[in-house]
């Protein structure tokens, strides 16, 4: 991990969010477990801290609902890796949660930012 | 033989998934290494921490394990064993279950064709919610036989029924023919099967002149009867047979069932 952000600083995942994260990621392309979980801290500039250890078992998970496909291939470190890639599903499944997602934080932000009443 | 090759394909599939997941995560480790040795740290520490960022490794591999759908299969296959296994081992709670089991189950199923019979089907005839039945109850001694009279008097003046038979069970021997034999009859009015709606399969039922005195004494037999009896013989109209032995006329045979 390249950034010193201190540890406080650093939210852990909501429940089921990331799911979201690895979908939304692969909308820039194929990428391996690793490649995703880097993205993903990079992208939230620190903030959002991927346990690796659950991301495999979300990555199995997507796997089986058909919303990614999986293939070995080889990383730009010249490396065997198993690279991940979004299907038409997933895509549909990325659209639809992320509106949900967008709903939910606004009305969350909505109710955190009223004006005190009276 | 179709189990063992399908648990021997599972098992395959099963190898190959942890095979893959095993490199999966060997190769995110590597390149985890890598890069922590990059942003300068020694072999020993960047490996470390690259452990560290998977928490529980073994915990990690077992969660992606779950998510593979057979194997809630292979848990069950694996319940149904163990189960087998401790019956085995405990014949005595074993039987007493299998047999609570099965004195329940069979109970059930014993009082469920009553109260099919008696609360669920309707009777076979035409407009079974228009058939009532009339008694006498007398408060000390329960039901007890109408009378004659009465039940003449019922028919005539109590204008809420469109008609009124009577009838009463009871058991007779045949004799004359082969074998004598024990009947179930009923002694019904002219009116009985008139009432129920039925329709003779052979020859007629009672008419009204039929259950006045001095009227021929005559029968109508059900098709079982008629059957067994009679090897369903049609020229049984007319004939007479001899029960309680008194001789009576056939005049019809009932509908099946």
New interface residues.
Partial sequence: ??SPQSHSDRLELLQGTLDLLILRTLRWGPA???GIATSIQRTSEDVLRI????L??A???L??QGWITAEWGV?T?N????FYQLTEAGRKQLAAESSKWERFSHAIGRILNAPQEG | MFWKTFREKLLAKRGRLDHELDEELRTHIEIETEENIQAGMSFQNARAAALRTFGNLTQAKEASRDMWRFLPLEGLGQDVRFALRMLLKNPGLAGAAILTLALGIGANAAIFSVVNTVLFNSLPYPNPNRLVVLDEYKIDHGSRTVSWLDFQDWRNQAPAFEDMAAYRLSHVTLTGRDQPALLRVAEVSASFFKLLGLQPQLGRFFNDSEDQPGATPSVVITYSFWRSRFGANPHILGTAIDLDGKSYVVLGVLPPG
């Fill in positions: 991990m390249s391996h477990g690793h346990d690796h250890g659950s495999y078992p990555l199995q998970r796997l089986q990383s470190t490396r065997r890796a198993r």
